[in-house]
């Protein structure tokens, strides 16, 4: 159909932002990077390749997801520790931070409690920023690879992606069934992988991650987390999205405690303050 004589005054018209962020709670980074400086580690975990694990954080506590052998993205999936029916909010956290969050943004929890999960605190990649492509890294756009899609695509039924690694390993940690763990699985933080959408077709790109041995993503656990990382089959991402041939390697939690007086002014987040009356 031919564009009407009206298109280009309608193409013109600026764009608004739907979420404003003037009012959202700030996290108080001078502080926690003060509690930075006395952090003591308390344990680790790692995440084979083409596999997953959980870990556990204590409110109050950080923990660091590093690139320990080569190139690796990981899929981070977060829940209440306490109540799993609280989880990350991938598309709230898009909606409120943008595709691809940093140092300072946070991870934002599901309905009704919807409050931060984790603050970033510390992203050896901040400095990459947007590239000529429009990828950036650490997206909350893709919601994880999966069997379901891989099969509609290429059939055939590949176990690894990291929507079954996530599944196995809560199913191992909670000690319930595969099928019942499933259904607490979530859209993830892809933390270290390079992504964005194509100028023309709109359709999500994923390309080489510029993640190497040594790089972090640090977070403040805001609530008591448990926590599940997937080292992707995909490696870098820089060839295939899952695959048993991709150069893979595996990824190192650590958990750490600051020292307590350098958090006397935190208080853990509350849930949400509306009222859920939903109207008359």
Request: charged share 20%.
């Amino acid at each position: 159909m031919s564009a009407p004589s009206g298109a280009a005054a309608r193409r013109a018209i600026a764009p608004v932002i739907c979420y404003p962020v003037e009012t959202l709670p700030a996290p108080d980074m001078p502080m926690l990077d003060a509690a930075r400086a006395t952090l003591i580690k308390t344990g680790e975990v790692i995440v084979p390749p083409r596999d997953a694990a959980t870990f556990t954080v204590p409110a109050g506590h950080f923990f660091r997801i590093t690139s320990v052998e080569g190139s690796q993205v990981g899929d981070l999936n977060l829940w209440n520790a306490i109540d799993l029916s609280e989880r990350f909010y991938s598309g709230k956290t898009r909606a409120l931070h943008g595709t691809h969050i940093t140092r300072g943004q946070r991870m934002w929890s599901s309905f009704p409690a919807l409050r931060p999960m984790a603050t970033l605190t510390y992203d050896s990649l901040e400095w990459y920023g947007k590239d000529e492509f429009g990828g950036s890294v650490h997206d909350v756009i893709g919601t994880r690879c999966d069997p379901y899609t891989h099969n509609l695509l290429s059939g055939g039924q590949y176990h690894y992606c990291c929507h079954s690694n996530l599944t196995r390993a809560l199913a191992e940690h909670l000690n319930i069934p595969r099928i019942e763990a499933e259904t607490h699985i979530h859209d993830v933080l892809n933390v270290f992988m390079c992504t964005g959408f194509t100028r023309d077709t709109g359709q999500y790109f994923m390309k080489a991650s510029p993640v190497r041995v040594g790089d972090t993503l640090e977070f403040f656990a805001e609530i008591d987390l448990l926590g599940a990382l997937s080292a992707c089959p995909g490696g870098d991402c820089s060839t295939v999205h899952s695959s048993d041939h991709a150069k893979c390697h595996p990824l190192l939690v650590e958990i750490f405690k600051p020292a307590p007086d350098t958090l006397a002014k935190w208080t853990p987040p509350q849930p949400n303050g509306y009222s859920r009356q939903h109207g008359d």
